[in-house]
């Protein structure tokens, strides 16, 4: 089968893609490597995929409409995992406009291409941040995501929006998965995992943001990219979370969905610098900060529905996942 990722110089996406190369699929790669952050590791990632035949490459700017449907044309995908996006809550406070180009229109033309080849199933990264500073914990689909804080979140909960008129104007199935922060090798170097082995291991202070307090679902890759295939095995079903459809047998609406997909065992950013500093057998030095704009005091997955429509479980305890990062890091970076 062939499958069409985008991001895959990308965390996410270049795990994704490489699992389903080892299963022995086709992969059609879109990334064009954007300088937010180090490129050299986006291209060594790659390098990961290039080593398998099945793999081609496109580097291509998915706000760019006539190349986005030139590859739908040519490689005619069946089933498509979107996962490009101009990331990072806090970069969108400095820069909106590049969250406009890679999240708007880039999903708009992903939406585009499922269309002109009748693409049978979307499954699109959306995000925990959705819910803004929801109160009620766990998150739950089925809590409201009117209200978010960030412009990264409000073009993530447009996309939502986006794939679910698709769903109805045009029959495309899709499934959106609301990603809580996701962690382990091959990590961006923009989130606090990575920046706290770094500085720690430099002899650097680490920012320690809302004294440490804040509270985090963080989730394990491995466990994030099980997650996505087994949605895109599974084929979504006829409800949604966003808005009651109408009635599936006498109205031309295609499925969609929306998931929480996270660990559901969330931990204070104290305790997972904790877990850093054992893995690396060092100690941080803190300079302890208010919360920053943007952020929220916590996030905790509900993750009951993903379950019981595919048997999702997260299986990787945060311990073992931030030993499996600084191992990865140490090596990588040889220090
Ligand atoms: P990432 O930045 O590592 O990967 C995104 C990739 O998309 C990059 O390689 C970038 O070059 C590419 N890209 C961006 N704009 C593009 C464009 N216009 N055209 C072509 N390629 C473009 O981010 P990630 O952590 O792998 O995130 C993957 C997805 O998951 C994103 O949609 C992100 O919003 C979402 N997400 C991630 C997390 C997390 O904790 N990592 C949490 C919630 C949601």
């Not at 920046?195 to 291991?201: C, D, E, K, M, R």
């Not at 985090?216 to 087994?230: A, M, N, P, Q």
Request: aromatic fraction near 12%; charged fraction near 20%.
């Amino acid at each position: 089968m062939t499958v069409l990722v985008t991001g895959t110089a990308g965390f996410i996406g270049n795990h994704v893609a490489l699992r389903l190369l080892e299963a022995g699929h086709q992969v059609v790669g879109i990334d064009c490597l954007t300088p937010y952050y180090d490129v050299r590791l986006k291209t060594a990632r790659l390098a990961r995929l290039t080593a398998f035949p099945g793999f081609r490459e496109e580097r291509i700017d998915l706000a760019d409409f006539e190349e986005v449907a030139r590859v739908f044309e040519v490689y005619r995908p069946r089933r498509v995992v979107h996962l490009a996006a101009q990331a990072g809550v806090r970069y969108s406070l400095e820069n909106p406009r590049a969250y406009v180009d890679s999240n708007l229109i880039g999903t708009f033309t992903v939406l585009e291409g499922c269309r002109s080849v009748g693409v049978e199933h979307l499954v699109f990264a959306s995000t925990s941040s959705v819910y803004g500073a929801n109160r009620e914990q766990p998150f739950s689909e089925h809590h409201p995501a009117d209200h978010p804080l960030t412009f990264y979140a409000a073009t993530k909960r447009a996309n939502e929006m986006m794939a679910h008129s698709y769903a109805h104007m045009f029959k495309l199935p899709s499934t959106g998965l609301r990603f809580f922060t996701v962690y382990g090798p091959w990590g961006r170097p923009d989130m606090a995992l990575f920046l706290f082995t770094q500085a720690i291991l430099k002899g650097e202070p680490i920012k320690v943001f809302n004294h440490g307090d804040m509270v985090r679902d963080f989730t394990y890759i491995d466990d994030i990219v099980s997650g996505i295939l087994h949605v895109l095995d599974t084929p979504p079903l006829p409800v949604t979370s966003l808005a009651p459809l109408p009635d599936p047998a006498t109205s031309p609406v295609a499925p969609f969905r929306v998931y929480n997909i996270g660990n559901s065992r969330p931990v204070t950013l104290l305790r997972y610098i904790d877990l850093v500093e054992e893995a690396l057998g060092m100690t941080a030095r803190k300079i302890m900060l208010p919360m920053q704009l943007g952020d929220v005091p916590g996030t905790w997955a509900d993750v009951s529905d993903l379950h019981a429509d595919t048997g999702y479980q997260p299986e990787t305890p945060v311990e073992e996942g931030v030993r499996r990062f600084v191992e990865w890091y140490r090596s990588y970076y040889n220090v």
